[in-house]
């Protein structure tokens, strides 16, 4: 999120996203073992990473006004449990699709009205959302399927259309439309400014629980269609184990584009970038011959170092612009 123009640190780190990802781009196209294809890189990249990305955008807004939301993977379960339980039921395409986008949504909205009707930070209310929804899944599986036995099998390949024929163009769609939406609604900056400071909204006569709301209102959105291209892309939908550390994955990919933890500063441009990062930064390491246990080891430890090293630099930048 940016007020009409990007600061001197989105700026940078901005570009320096961009140099990292034009740089493993490069370097896969080193390691590619002989036969194969960098075209075909470029072609997965936008199915493969676009759940991270969509999800990522409505974290960018939540993140921005001070909160965050842990429960958004369980969430995804919830979406995909009832997207399989309609398939099962023989129900058409569209309307699965429907009800999927749609349950998520509810679910992220249902978040910000917690948050904001009992006045409970919102890491507290997610963190519980986070094993509640997920157990709501199972538990929703095991009454509407007859002898459920873990998994949903989604066979018909029109179910899989969202994910496996139009993600990248439901991708790049809605990144132009937040795009747009980001630089021209007021909106976006006002979590902005709630995330700088919640006293001067009020004093500005702004109602910041209303405005934390509304970013879990719209980041339902964005997680809604996440979701659809995530479980669209499976063939078997497990409850117990679907998107299991997804949340992780967003929330790196958010503050590595340069959104602050603590609120106030973010982009949409940077999170989509921070999860390119990401996701070519494994994607090298798959072609280099590294282990999978230790790109899993990598991968997490470098997430963790982002936003440890975010959380230092942003508290340090605070401090300055105290003393000044």
């Given at each position: 999120?940016?007020?009409?123009?990007?600061s001197p640190f989105l700026r940078q780190r901005l570009l320096v996203l961009l140099a990292g990802n034009?740089?493993?781009?490069?370097?896969?196209?080193?390691?590619?073992?002989?036969?194969?294809?960098?075209?075909?890189?470029?072609?997965?990249?936008?199915?493969?990473?676009?759940?991270?990305?969509?999800?990522?955008?409505?974290?960018?807004?939540?993140?921005?006004?001070?909160?965050?939301?842990?429960?958004?993977?369980?969430?995804?379960?919830?979406?995909?449990?009832?997207?399989?339980?309609?398939?099962?039921?023989?129900?058409?395409?569209?309307?699965?699709?429907?009800?999927?986008?749609?349950?998520?949504?509810?679910?992220?909205?249902?978040?910000?009205?917690?948050?904001?009707?009992?006045?409970?930070?919102?890491?507290?209310?997610?963190?519980?959302?986070?094993?509640?929804?997920?157990?709501?899944?199972?538990?929703?599986?095991?009454?509407?399927?007859?002898?459920?036995?873990?998994?949903?099998?989604?066979?018909?390949?029109?179910?899989?259309?969202?994910?496996?024929?139009?993600?990248?163009?439901?991708?790049?769609?809605?990144?132009?439309?937040?795009?747009?939406?980001?630089?021209?609604?007021?909106?976006?900056?006002?979590?902005?400014?709630?995330?700088?400071?919640?006293?001067?909204?009020?004093?500005?006569?702004?109602?910041?629980?209303?405005?934390?709301?509304?970013?879990?209102?719209?980041?339902?959105?964005f997680l809604g269609i996440a979701a659809l291209i995530y479980v669209t892309q499976i063939q078997f939908?497990?409850?117990?184990?679907?998107?299991?550390?997804?949340?992780?994955?967003?929330?790196?990919?958010?503050?590595?584009?340069?959104?602050?933890?603590?609120?106030?500063?973010?982009?949409?441009?940077?999170?989509?970038?921070?999860?390119?990062?990401?996701?070519?930064?494994?994607?090298?390491?798959?072609?280099?011959?590294?282990?999978?246990?230790?790109?899993?080891?990598?991968?997490?430890?470098?997430?963790?170092?982002?936003?440890?090293?975010?959380?230092?630099?942003?508290?340090?930048?605070?401090?300055?612009?105290?003393?000044?």
């Amino acid at each position: 999120m940016t007020h009409g123009r990007l600061s001197p640190f989105l700026r940078q780190r901005l570009l320096v996203l961009l140099a990292g990802n034009l740089v493993l781009l490069i370097a896969i196209a080193f390691t590619m073992k002989q036969g194969g294809s960098f075209t075909d890189v470029l072609t997965r990249c936008g199915p493969n990473v676009a759940p991270v990305i969509l999800a990522g955008l409505g974290m960018t807004g939540i993140i921005c006004t001070g909160a965050i939301d842990l429960s958004i993977a369980s969430i995804i379960v919830v979406a995909g449990t009832v997207f399989g339980v309609l398939v099962d039921r023989q129900w058409p395409p569209l309307p699965c699709f429907a009800a999927c986008v749609a349950t998520a949504w509810s679910l992220s909205a249902c978040n910000g009205l917690l948050i904001r009707n009992l006045k409970m930070p919102a890491i507290i209310i997610t963190l519980a959302g986070l094993a509640l929804y997920r157990g709501l899944a199972l538990i929703l599986a095991d009454l509407a399927i007859p002898n459920f036995g873990g998994s949903l099998n989604i066979q018909h390949e029109s179910y899989h259309a969202p994910g496996k024929q139009f993600a990248s163009a439901i991708l790049l769609a809605t990144l132009v439309g937040a795009f747009v939406w980001e630089w021209f609604a007021s909106t976006p900056r006002r979590w902005l400014a709630l995330g700088s400071s919640e006293e001067a909204c009020r004093l500005a006569g702004l109602d910041p629980r209303s405005i934390r709301q509304s970013a879990f209102v719209v980041g339902g959105l964005f997680l809604g269609i996440a979701a659809l291209i995530y479980v669209t892309q499976i063939q078997f939908i497990e409850p117990a184990r679907l998107a299991l550390g997804f949340e992780l994955q967003v929330i790196g990919a958010v503050i590595l584009g340069g959104t602050n933890i603590f609120g106030g500063e973010g982009s949409y441009a940077g999170t989509a970038l921070g999860a390119l990062f990401l996701y070519f930064t494994a994607q090298w390491m798959t072609y280099a011959g590294i282990s999978p246990y230790f790109q899993e080891a990598i991968t997490g430890a470098l997430i963790i170092g982002v936003i440890g090293m975010d959380c230092a630099l942003h508290r340090n930048r605070k401090r300055l612009e105290e003393l000044a």
